[in-house]
C-alpha cells in the first residue's frame, strides 16, 4: 500500500519554472519505476517523464530539454523540475508508482501558466 502527495504547483508567468514534488509512503521506494503525468482540461491524460528504479529517464517530446526529472530514495521523493514553462504547459500534475500489482496515483497538484 502506497500513498503520494504531490506539492509545488502554482501560478506562474510564461518562461518561468516550478519544482513539483511528490513524497510517497512505504519503506520499499528505490526500486519503483516513477513518472509524472498531466491532464489539460478536456485533455487526456498524457505521460509526462517516467525515472526507473536505475535512474534512466524519458521525457515526452514536448518537455524535453525544459523539464528534468529526478528522485531522491532517501526521502522517498520524486521531482519534476519544469523550466522555460509555456501556456500549454497547464495542467494537473499527478505523480505514479508502477508496483507489481498496479499502480499508485497522487492527488495531482495544478500548474498554471499564465500571464
Known amino acids: 500500500q502506497v500513498t503520494l502527495v504531490e506539492s509545488g504547483g502554482g501560478l506562474v508567468q510564461p518562461g518561468g519554472s516550478l519544482r513539483l514534488s511528490c513524497a510517497a509512503s512505504g519503506s520499499i521506494f528505490s526500486r519503483y519505476v516513477l513518472g509524472w503525468y498531466r491532464q489539460a482540461p478536456g485533455k487526456q491524460r498524457e505521460l509526462v517523464a517516467i525515472?526507473?528504479?536505475?535512474?534512466?529517464?524519458n521525457y515526452a517530446d514536448s518537455v524535453k530539454g525544459r523539464f528534468t526529472i529526478s528522485r531522491d530514495n532517501a526521502k522517498k521523493t520524486v521531482y519534476l523540475q519544469m523550466h522555460s514553462l509555456k501556456p500549454e504547459d497547464t495542467a494537473v500534475y499527478y505523480c505514479?508508482?508502477?508496483?507489481?500489482?498496479?499502480?499508485?496515483w497522487g492527488q495531482g497538484t495544478q500548474v498554471t501558466v499564465s500571464s
Open positions: 505514479k508508482l508502477a508496483a507489481m500489482a498496479k499502480d499508485y
Open positions: 525515472i526507473a528504479s536505475g535512474g534512466s529517464t
